[in-house]
């Protein structure tokens, strides 16, 4: 019992720890070869980019990105003294409680949602019977299903997450669908009427989420992100074989990266250089880089 109380407080809020670093937490890696799908102990690094300069990283025992946004924003704020006024990130960002924080503080999320391509996706459009297609009277808050039968309001639900963030979840329901000729295709559920479950708060934020990404500027970053952040894992990872942390514990593990991180901007600042150089452009990037780099083994020998 002992052992396995100790093994409950190193756990903490994790759901898995390894035995040679406890802060480490067990995560599905891209590197797969037995192509099997087995976890290996690891962290979860998050980056922030301009121009394929790397602006913050940090290191998170959550294998989901979406439990990281916030914290990697506030780490942001907290390294520059000012936040972002937009933030480009891929689906696995878009939640709720995501674009909550950021349409709150005043960032504009170009950020996707998990059904960001499949809704309008032509077959799905096609569907009546997707919640999405029904048509909903907001003055008077009830669903019309595709035989015209009203689905009120019955009450609403409220669901926590583990990351303990609270959304409400509205319910509709149909009155009787025991006759319904379109039974079938409608619902699989056995009881006498359709229920559906919408959760309005996030369906607004996505509908603003969408109007930013269809935007002109929000088909720019879409369009940059694969040569943003993606680009700088493969030049970390493929060009420059940093695959595995050397060192064990969060604090050690995020200075180490800290160090890739540097070294990654200086080479990408030379490079630069070599270029302007070659094409006799002038400029005076390298002794601003110099300034951040003695900024940052300031902050690293403090961390050590
Ligand atoms: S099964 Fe019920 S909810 Fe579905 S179309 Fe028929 S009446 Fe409407």
Same mark, same amino acid.
């Given at each position: 019992?002992?052992?396995?109380?100790?093994?409950?407080?190193?756990?903490?809020?994790?759901?898995?720890?390894?035995?040679?670093?406890?802060?480490?937490?067990?995560?599905?890696?891209?590197?797969?070869?037995?192509?099997?799908?087995?976890?290996?102990?690891?962290?979860?690094?998050?980056?922030?980019?301009?121009?394929?300069?790397?602006?913050?990283?940090?290191?998170?025992?959550?294998?989901?990105?979406?439990?990281?946004?916030?914290?990697?924003?506030?780490?942001?704020?907290?390294?520059?003294?000012?936040?972002?006024?937009?933030?480009?990130?891929?689906?696995?960002?878009?939640?709720?409680?995501?674009?909550?924080?950021?349409?709150?503080?005043?960032?504009?999320?170009?950020?996707?949602?998990?059904?960001?391509?499949?809704?309008?996706?032509?077959?799905?459009?096609?569907?009546?019977?997707?919640?999405?297609?029904?048509?909903?009277?907001?003055?008077?808050?009830?669903?019309?299903?595709?035989?015209?039968?009203?689905?009120?309001?019955?009450?609403?639900?409220?669901?926590?997450?583990?990351?303990?963030?609270?959304?409400?979840?509205?319910?509709?329901?149909?009155?009787?669908?025991?006759?319904?000729?379109?039974? !079938?295709?409608?619902?699989? *559920?056995?009881?006498? @009427?359709?229920? =559906?479950?919408? &959760?309005?708060? #996030?369906?607004?934020?996505?509908?603003?989420?969408?109007?930013?990404?269809?935007?002109?500027?929000?088909?720019?970053?879409?369009?940059?992100?694969?040569?943003?952040?993606?680009?700088?894992?493969?030049?970390?990872?493929?060009?420059?074989?940093?695959?595995?942390?050397?060192?064990?514990?969060?604090?050690?593990?995020?200075?180490?990266? !800290?160090?890739?991180?540097? *070294?990654?901007?200086? @080479?990408?600042? =030379?490079?630069? &250089?070599?270029? #302007?150089?070659?094409?006799?452009?002038?400029?005076?990037?390298?002794?601003?880089?110099?300034?951040?780099?003695?900024?940052?083994?300031?902050?690293?020998?403090?961390?050590?």
């Amino acid at each position: 019992m002992r052992e396995d109380e100790e093994k409950l407080e190193t756990l903490g809020e994790k759901n898995s720890f390894s035995k040679t670093d406890p802060d480490a937490t067990f995560m599905r890696m891209k590197e797969d070869a037995m192509n099997n799908g087995q976890t290996k102990p690891g962290y979860n690094v998050q980056i922030a980019t301009e121009n394929q300069f790397i602006t913050n990283y940090d290191i998170f025992w959550r294998p989901t990105d979406q439990g990281t946004l916030i914290p990697f924003l506030d780490s942001f704020q907290a390294r520059y003294g000012k936040q972002n006024g937009e933030v480009c990130a891929d689906s696995g960002y878009g939640s709720e409680q995501n674009y909550e924080y950021m349409f709150g503080n005043g960032i504009a999320p170009y950020v996707k949602y998990n059904m960001f391509h499949a809704e309008d996706k032509r077959k799905r459009r096609q569907t009546p019977f997707l919640i999405q297609n029904l048509h909903y009277n907001e003055t008077d808050d009830y669903f019309v299903c595709p035989m015209g039968q009203h689905m009120e309001h019955i009450g609403d639900v409220t669901v926590k997450s583990d990351l303990g963030y609270e959304s409400t979840v509205s319910r509709y329901s149909a009155r009787d669908c025991s006759g319904c000729p379109l039974r !079938g295709k409608c619902y699989k *559920a056995a009881a006498d @009427r359709r229920i =559906i479950e919408v &959760n309005h708060k #996030n369906n607004a934020y996505r509908r603003k989420a969408k109007e930013l990404l269809t935007s002109e500027r929000g088909i720019h970053h879409r369009s940059n992100r694969p040569i943003e952040p993606e680009a700088v894992f493969g030049i970390i990872k493929f060009n420059h074989g940093f695959k595995r942390f050397h060192l064990k514990s969060n604090e050690k593990v995020k200075t180490e990266f !800290g160090l890739v991180a540097l *070294a990654h901007n200086i @080479r990408k600042c =030379i490079a630069i &250089n070599q270029q #302007n150089m070659e094409k006799n452009i002038k400029t005076d990037a390298p002794k601003r880089f110099y300034i951040h780099l003695t900024w940052d083994w300031i902050r690293f020998s403090e961390a050590c």
